[in-house]
């Protein structure tokens, strides 16, 4: 079912649903206050009558015969009843009515008058004292006026439900083609994008209402999914030239040692430059594994210390930067210890500042790198610094995506995995990253952890 005849059905039933009950609340309360109005009639008819019948022998003849005339479209003598105390009928000409009982006659007696409808007629019974006895007077009308009234009222009410039903169900049908026109045209828009170009925007309509934020909503939608086939097209990119060195390599080498037998020195050195090759292959292979599975990662957080981390990593990485030529600085300028604590995955975050220190010596020539651990604003401040040849400014800005690399790496190997792979693990643990370079002079990498509780 579409939205237009949803919200047309909901219309037309939320409009016939209180127009029923509110025709009900009317129909009845007009059926009772007309009943109300038919007896109170009646107990003045019965009224009038008793004093027209029993007060005859007390008035003057000339105001009797006024009352006569004044009241006669009122007393009818087949209509009126006058019992005695014996229950026999002494004035009227209502005489054996079978609607009124002896029961309806001492209720008279003992309640001083009842009302009752039988056999489509009004009744109405009065005790009257008089000096000629205690009577009871009874009146009667028909109710055919009652009935028709309160037949014309249903035949106006109904008709007023069914009209009103037909006249919101139209004014829903056009009320919804008013309503959802914006979303017609958004569904258009859509439709009309060019799936090759994905990340194409669809243009505000400036509403300032629920399609705007529905045409944010698929903007930011639609451009994640063309970051993410961005990324996989890189991917594919990436596997189709890094993964091609190294296995060019490997079956380079057994295709050329394959071709004569060699020397013991030479089976060792093609195996070494073999399992070099497979070792990375197998390094990207664990990074690309743990990025995919960044997002699902549930690892229980647990408290550690960050500056053991950075003497761990230290130890790991010294001897590769001696090898290099280059050495590792570490500066402590924490004076609160409890900054040093922090409650993460130690695993992922010894891998993602691994990464970082690396990177820097990689690219440090020579030069030491810097690592100073320090505190502000009761935050803990980790800054990997080297003085290496730096990045251009428009790397700068995608140096963290994916499989990027910057234009002035020359022959240093690299993935474009590694700080990539970092910012989503300083990012799961909110750690903030910021990275400063300038060409030729060296690039800061400065981690700033959140404010310690």
Excluded: C
């Excluded at 007896?39 to 009352?67: G, V, W």
């Excluded at 001492?106 to 000629?132: E, H, L, T, W």
């Excluded at 890094?242 to 057994?254: C, D, R, V």
């Excluded at 994916?402 to 995995?417: E, P, Q």
């Amino acid at each position: 079912m579409t939205l237009r005849n949803r919200f047309t059905l909901i219309s037309s039933l939320s409009f016939g649903i209180v127009s029923i009950i509110t025709s009900a609340v009317i129909f009845f309360a007009y059926y009772d206050s007309t009943k109300i109005f038919y007896f109170e009639k009646l107990r003045n008819t019965a009224l009038i009558s008793a004093i027209y019948y029993l007060e005859k022998d007390e008035l003057p003849k000339d105001r009797h015969a006024q009352i006569k005339k004044e009241y006669n479209h009122l007393i009818q003598n087949n209509r009126v009843a006058v019992y005695n105390q014996n229950n026999e009928v002494t004035f009227g000409h209502n005489v054996n009515d079978k609607n009124i009982k002896l029961s309806d006659l001492q209720a008279v007696r003992n309640n001083k008058g009842v009302q009752f409808m039988s056999d489509n007629q009004f009744y109405y019974g009065i005790f009257y004292p008089d000096n000629q006895g205690d009577f009871v007077v009874f009146v009667k009308s028909s109710n055919d006026s009652f009935q028709s009234q309160i037949l014309r009222l249903a035949i106006i009410m109904l008709s007023v439900l069914v009209i009103g039903l037909l006249a919101i169900y139209f004014l829903s049908r056009y009320l919804s083609k008013v309503v959802y026109k914006p979303i017609s045209n958004v569904v258009e828009r859509i439709n009309k994008v060019d799936y090759n170009n994905i990340s194409t925007a669809i243009t505000s309509m400036n509403t300032n209402d629920e399609i705007e934020d529905l045409i944010k909503s698929y903007n930011k939608l639609f451009g994640r999914i063309s970051e993410n086939v961005l990324l996989q097209q890189n991917f594919i990119n990436y596997v189709s030239h890094e993964f091609k060195t190294p296995l060019a390599a490997i079956s380079g080498n057994l295709e050329v040692f394959a071709q004569k037998d060699r020397t013991p020195e030479e089976y060792r050195e093609v195996a070494k430059e073999s399992l070099e090759n497979v070792y990375e292959i197998e390094n990207i292979l664990n990074n690309l594994l743990l990025m995919s599975g960044m997002t699902k990662l549930e690892a229980s957080h647990q408290q550690m210390r960050v500056d053991e981390l950075i003497w761990k990593i230290y130890e790991k990485l010294e001897p590769k930067a001696k090898e290099n030529n280059s050495s590792i600085k570490i500066q402590l300028q924490v004076a609160k210890p409890a900054l040093l604590e922090f409650p993460g995955n130690e695993t992922l975050l010894y891998l993602a500042l691994y990464n970082i220190v690396e990177n820097a010596i990689k690219y440090s020539y020579d030069k030491p790198v810097v690592v100073v651990l320090s505190e502000k604003n009761n935050q803990l401040y980790i800054e990997v610094r080297d003085e290496g040849r730096g990045i251009p400014s428009d790397d700068l800005m995608k140096i963290a995506e994916t499989f990027y690399r910057g234009r002035n790496v020359d022959t240093v190997k690299g993935s474009g995995i590694g700080l990539s792979l970092s910012k989503s693990i300083f990012d799961h643990h909110h750690i903030a990253m910021k990275i400063d370079s300038v060409v030729n002079k060296g690039t800061s990498v400065t981690l700033i952890f959140p404010a310690h509780s």
